[in-house]
């Protein structure tokens, strides 16, 4: 994954420690109310019109996936501080 990330207008490597935690434990808060979230969008969806599963499960799956690649960068950014 080559995309630099950037929290509160400040490069990972700009960052320090503390800041790194922060961010960390914001992403996984992001991704536990977006999970809570979607999964009660996909139980909507589901009553409604099944077919209409397939949207938030995938959104969810790609998004996660973004932010645990994000949690990656973070965790070798303070494992190299």
Do not use: H
């Not at 809570?36 to 996936?65: E, K, R």
């Not at 990656?72 to 501080?81: C, G, P, Q, T, V």
């Amino acid at each position: 994954m080559n995309r630099k990330l950037f929290y509160n207008g400040k490069d990972l490597y700009k960052m320090t420690i503390s800041e790194l935690e922060e961010q960390l434990k914001m992403n996984k808060t992001r991704i536990f109310v977006r999970s809570l979230f979607l999964f009660l969008v996909t139980l909507v969806a589901g009553f409604t019109m099944p077919i209409f599963i397939i949207f938030p499960v995938g959104v969810l799956i790609i998004t996660d996936y973004w932010i645990y690649q994000n949690n990656k960068k973070i965790r070798r950014e303070i494992e190299r501080k």
